[in-house]
């Protein structure tokens, strides 16, 4: 079964502190693997999308890596601000047929504290 | 401001009932995902329609039903609405239809049922 695990379920931290969020997943075959920001009540913004071939993307402050030998993903985010405070979401796709389907993460709760 | 369009933002309906949610995707986006969050499921992808016709299909219900018009713009129909469905409803875009593609999100459609 295709499954995307994500750790910590929440996390806090004081401003300027970095933090890394980290993704399991179980998914195959897989495709890419992408991390979003959702603030409370609003849409996710994607920050990074991932193929098999690659081990690291940054979006300013935001890094994430992948290491497809392991299925595992982390998102490193370095000097945090309070705007920082939201859910992180972490999805993987996998191919079926000539289609792509995610799984979506139950997600990270970060909250930063100034 | 993603630049996605979801009406209405807010719906209260009673069960057994039918509803619409309309989606208009950013400006020269062709393919449009559907996607639900609910508090016990998290996120979940329903359907994705790449230039009016049906490219993927997810977790979505016999009950639900979609579809992308000439002008790009989606609806989502619920039927025989159960406590259940009582959920955010996103939309996303993307230029193409492919497995990378940066998918940009409107702020949902929240539906209550009573």
């Known amino acids: 079964k295709n499954q995307v695990e994500q750790s910590p379920q929440s996390l806090i931290i004081l401003e300027g502190k970095n933090c890394t969020l980290q993704c399991n997943y179980t998914v195959s075959p897989f495709s890419n693997l992408r991390w979003y920001k959702q603030d409370t009540g609003r849409g996710p913004v994607s920050l990074t999308i991932?193929?098999?071939?690659?081990n690291t993307k940054s979006n300013g402050r935001y890094t994430a890596t992948l290491d497809a030998d392991t299925k595992q993903s982390s998102l490193h985010i370095t000097a945090s601000q309070l705007s920082d405070s939201a859910s992180y979401i972490c999805v993987v796709s996998h191919r079926a047929g000539g289609s792509y389907i995610p799984t979506f993460g139950r997600g990270t709760s970060l909250i930063v504290h100034p | 401001d993603s630049g996605v369009t979801q009406t209405p933002k807010h719906l209260i309906t009673a069960t057994g009932q039918r509803v619409t949610l309309r989606c208009s995707p950013r400006?020269?986006?062709?393919?449009v995902y559907w996607y639900q969050q609910s508090l016990d499921q998290g996120l979940q992808f329903l359907i994705q329609y790449y230039n009016g016709e049906e490219r993927a299909k997810g977790n979505i219900l016999e009950r639900f039903s979609a579809q992308q018009f000439p002008d790009l713009h989606s609806e989502l129909n619920l039927s025989s609405l159960e406590l259940g469905d009582s959920a955010l409803y996103f939309c996303a875009s993307s230029v193409g239809g492919g497995a990378n593609q940066p998918q940009h999100f409107g702020d949902g459609t929240r539906l209550s049922i009573l």
């Open positions: 400006s020269g986006d062709l393919s």
């Open positions: 991932m193929t098999f071939s690659e």
